[in-house]
Structure formats: C-alpha cells, structure tokens
C-alpha cells in the first residue's frame, strides 16, 4: 500500500477547513444559542424566586394582619363585656339601693300610720280587740280555725329543709321516740290518721305519733321533736300583743 502525500496533505487541509467552518459556522452559533437559553432560564428562575419570595412576604403579612385582627377583635369584645357587665352591676346597685330605699320609707310611712292608729284607738280598744279574737279563737266551735292551722303545720312539715329532716329522723330513730302532735281540740281518727301518714313520708320511716290536747293554743297545733317544734299557734302572737298594748308603747305594739 502507497500513500500519497500530495492526497494526504490535501485531505488533511479539508479536515482543517471543514473544522474552522464547523467552528465558525456551527459551533460557536451553538454555544451561543445554549448560553442564550441559559441565560433566559437563569433569568426565569431569579424571577421565579423573586415571585415565590414576594408571595412568602405578601402571606406571612397577611397572617400578622389577620393575627392583629383578631387580637383587636378579642380586645373589642373583652372591653364590650367588661363594659356591659359593669354596667349591669350598677343598674342592678341603683335598683337595690332604690329598691332598699322604697322599702325603709314604706316601712316608715307603715310604722307610722301603726302608731298613729294605736294612739289614736287607745289601750283599753286594744286590749278589747284582743280579747274578743281570743273569745272567738277560743270558741268550741271553731274547729275549721284548727283545721286550717292543722293544714299549715303539715306543710311547714313538708318545707322543711333536708338536713333538718334528717336529724330529726336520726334522734327520733335513736332515741326510739315518737314526735307529739298537740292541738287545742281533740282531732278525729281521718285527721289523726292523715298527719300520721304526712310525718311518715316526710321522714321516711313508719311514726306513731303521740296526740295530745292543750287548750291553751287557742285552735293552734304544735308538733314536738326531740330537739325542735314546730307551731302554728296564735296564744303567743296574742299573748305578745296583750304584753304590747299593756306596756302601752306603740312602737312596740305595730312591730
């Protein structure tokens, strides 16, 4: 095999002019281009990151915005409260104190117009007054004066507060006892019977109570426990006005 060196330099002379054309013509057009398009995306993504950065910014100035809000909303509220509250408390102190006030002049005017009628009626209409209620109290035949006071007692029984009842039914449990019912005139069997089921149920354990009679309540009931007693009489409402109108203080007697 001969090589040639007049075809070899020549061929060799092609390659280095096809090399500066492809250098000159492809290449560095190329490179350009791609440094173009870099740039581009570069500046793409600086401005995406500026957006994204502005955004962030924008957001987070809401959030303290809307947290500012809310704090003020909060505020407003509270005060408004606070406002209407302390404003209730007075309008509430005003009407008691008015209230309170009305009332001592009302009591006044009443005590008055009292002493001025008792002073004016005299100790001696007093003492009358008294002993003709006492007359009519007294009366045998006033037994529906005893049945209604009957009646009252048995629902001062029923209010009783819990606790009360209680210690009651534990002495009346220890002590092995019975309560006493004592009544101006004698009750018939229904009567005894019915208030015999009422301290039943309201201490909750059968009771046979005790009945007594005791003229001197003037158509009044008193039912005895082992440490209290509950009455609904009117002999000491009128033995105190009796006491009253003979001390002949008036004060005393509208108290």
């Known amino acids: 095999?001969?090589?040639?060196?007049?075809?070899?330099?020549?061929?060799?002379?092609?390659?280095?002019?096809?090399?500066?054309?492809?250098h000159r013509f492809l290449y560095r057009p190329v490179l350009a281009i791609l440094a173009a398009r870099k740039?581009?995306?570069?500046?793409?993504?600086?401005?995406?990151?500026?957006?994204k950065a502005a955004a962030e910014t924008v957001r987070l100035d809401l959030e303290r915005q809307?947290?500012?809000?809310?704090?003020?909303?909060?505020?407003?509220?509270?005060?408004?409260?606070?406002?209407?509250?302390?404003?209730?408390?007075?309008?509430?102190?005003?009407?008691?104190?008015?209230?309170?006030?009305l009332g001592q002049a009302a009591q006044a005017e009443l005590a008055q117009e009292r002493a001025a009628i008792v002073?004016?009626?005299?100790?001696d209409a007093a003492r009358l007054a008294?002993?003709?209620?006492?007359?009519?109290?007294?009366?045998?035949?006033?037994?529906?004066?005893?049945?209604?006071?009957?009646?009252?007692?048995c629902e001062d029984l029923r209010a009783l507060p819990a606790e009360t009842k209680r210690q009651i039914a534990e002495r009346l449990s220890t002590r092995q006892g019975s309560p006493q019912v004592v009544t101006a005139t004698p009750l018939d069997e229904t009567a005894q019977d019915?208030?015999?089921?009422?301290?039943t149920k309201t201490f909750g354990a059968p009771l046979a109570p005790v009945f007594r009679v005791d003229a001197n309540?003037?158509?009044?009931?008193?039912?005895?426990?082992?440490?209290?007693?509950?009455?609904?009489?009117?002999?000491?409402?009128?033995?105190q006005l009796e006491t009253e109108v003979i001390n002949a203080d008036p004060a005393t007697i509208v108290a």
């Open 130 to 153: 008294i002993g003709m209620v006492r007359r009519l109290v007294d009366d045998p035949a006033a037994t529906s004066l005893q049945t209604h006071l009957l009646n009252l007692a």
């Open 1 to 22: 095999m001969q090589f040639d060196l007049w075809t070899l330099g020549l061929q060799a002379a092609n390659f280095l002019v096809l090399v500066w054309l492809l």
């Open 66 to 101: 809307r947290a500012s809000i809310e704090q003020d909303r909060h505020a407003a509220l509270k005060a408004a409260h606070e406002a209407a509250d302390a404003e209730s408390k007075a309008v509430l102190a005003r009407a008691r104190a008015e209230a309170e006030a």
């Open 217 to 239: 309540l003037l158509a009044g009931v008193e039912i005895h426990f082992p440490f209290t007693i509950l009455r609904r009489s009117w002999a000491e409402r009128l033995k």
């Open 39 to 51: 740039a581009a995306t570069d500046k793409l993504t600086a401005d995406a990151e500026a957006a």
């Open 194 to 199: 019915t208030v015999a089921g009422i301290l």
């Open 119 to 123: 002073a004016s009626s005299g100790t």
